[in-house]
Each structure stands twice: as C-alpha cells, then as structure tokens.
DNA sequence: AAGTCATATCGAGATATATCGATGTGTATG
DNA sequence: CATACACATCGATATATCTCGATATGACTT
C-alpha cells in the first residue's frame, strides 16, 4: 500500500510523467526519471512464478480439469493425452507453483486447486483476450 | 457457463471422479472417463495469451510501471535498464496480447494499461505466490 | 521378497523464447 | 532535403522450457 511519490509527476500536469517538459524541449529521457518506477522484487517474484506456471497449454488444461474436483495423476494422464513423465513433470511446477496440492491415498497421489485465486485468475485472463 | 456434467461422477460419493470404483478395483484409469474435462479450446487460448504475455519479468516491469500512468517507450527502456530494440520487442508482445495499448503523439508512443483487468491479475498472481 | 502398479526424477534432444546489433520507417527540425 | 530522433522490424545467437524414454521410489498384492 505504500506507493512511492515520483518526483517527476511534478514537472507537467498533463500525464503521469514529464511530458510537458519533454514536448517544450523536443528530448525524450534525458534525465534519469522513471528510475523509481521500478516494482518490489518479491512481488514481481510472486508473480512471475504464478503466469510461468500458467503460460503453457498443458498446465492451463489441469486446472480447468481440476475445477469440477480433485483427479489422480493417471487421470490427467489421459486429459493431457501424453506421456506419464511428461504429465508428472508439469504437475511438478503446478505445485512448486502453488497452484494446486496433493493429497496421497495408497498408491494414489491426488490434485486438486490449492486456491480459489487461481480459478479467479482464470477468469480475469479469459476476458482480457476475449475481443483480440 | 454450460457445464458439462462427468458421467464418472456417478460412480462414487467421495469425490468429483469416480474415487470409490477405483478403490474396490484396485486399477485405475481403465476407462475412458476424464475424456469430458477438457476446456473450451477458444477459452483457453484467451487465457494462454495473457500469461504468456506476463510471465516474462521484464514485461511484468513494464506493467508495473505503467501502473502510475502513461510512459513513452524510450521512458521504458530506462526502467528495463535494456537496449531499445530489446525493449520494443517486449512492448509489442505486450500489445499483442491486449494487456497495453498505445497512444502516438509526434515522434513520440506512449503505453498504457489497456484494461484494469490486467491489475487485477497482478495482484491475485501475488497473492498466490506470497506465502511460498 | 518378488511382482505390479502409480508416480517421481533424471537426462538428453527438440522446441520455443529472449536478446540485441543492424537496418528500416516515420516525424520533426535546421 | 539532409540530419537527428523515436521507434519498429529483422535475423542470428543465446538461453530457457518442453518432451519423453529410462530409471528410481514407494505402496500394495501374492
């Protein structure tokens, strides 16, 4: 919540930054202004982590498997229609990533949504590219 | 939001798929059951081009600093701390997905945020990942 | 304890993505 | 109209990610 001030919203009150300025002196980026416009690392490490995980086409295609219910791996095995390693693989990073967690009975390793927010992630990235 | 109902989910009271037949069986995956959990193919590639689109962490610096409003592209490159052309591939995978829009004015292209849902997205992808 | 089944991990080759210099395009400006 | 600037595109190399057979692990069965 704590949103860092920049300095160079002062110099014109047309847009966030130094606009004004610049289309009186016909330069661009001549002084070092933008540099606190930068996000913190372990946001952006958040984030990154949650659209790796969710930028591949298999992966996306789980999660939409798992929103009716929790599946063993050999299930997702024939949702995915790839090899066992393969399947194993990305339901390693889904878990790394957090976005979904197991639960082991016998032989079985079950998954399911770890965390509503992913399905809700879903959703938000659907509508964006929905008129493109 | 047709949804499709699984037959296999007749199966068994326990969960979603047919956990309890499996059980008693002793096998798993002999038949083809999970065939009917896959998503709308147009659904999903909406959702792969945005998180393609922001699972890159200079991309996600881009949006981050887009947050506080408009900035050129030369602007952008001070913040990525990155040569121009490398910047400007960056921007363009942007706008190709629909996360930010651009705005020319003379010698100048300035970047926004295109849609407010691409903030949301930031903050529900930090939220999953804050605790791991 | 030997065999089978479900899954995880490893490692190497295939594929995709990122990087960035060179070059092209459009817009002011002298 | 030559020059400078902002930006886009191209193309080659570097880096990352995906794929999947081989192999390991751990649980149940006989």
Redesign the interface.
Known sequence: MS?EQ?AA?QAGSE???G?LR??EEGV??DG????T???DDA??????????A????KR??VV??LR?????A??????LDAPQSTVASHLRKLRD???VATRKE???T?YRIA?T??L???D?????????
Request: net charge negative; proline share 3%.
């Open positions: 949103q920049n919203a847009s966030a930054s606009t610049r289309m661009c980026c070092p202004f933008p540099e416009r930068r996000a946001v952006v490490e958040a984030e990154l982590s949650a659209f790796k969710l930028a591949n086409e996306l295609a939409h498997a009716e219910g929790e599946l063993c050999c299930e997702l095995e024939t949702v990533a957090g976005i016998g032989k079985w079950y965390d927010a992913s809700q992630l879903l938000l990235a659907a509508a964006l590219g929905e008129d493109r």
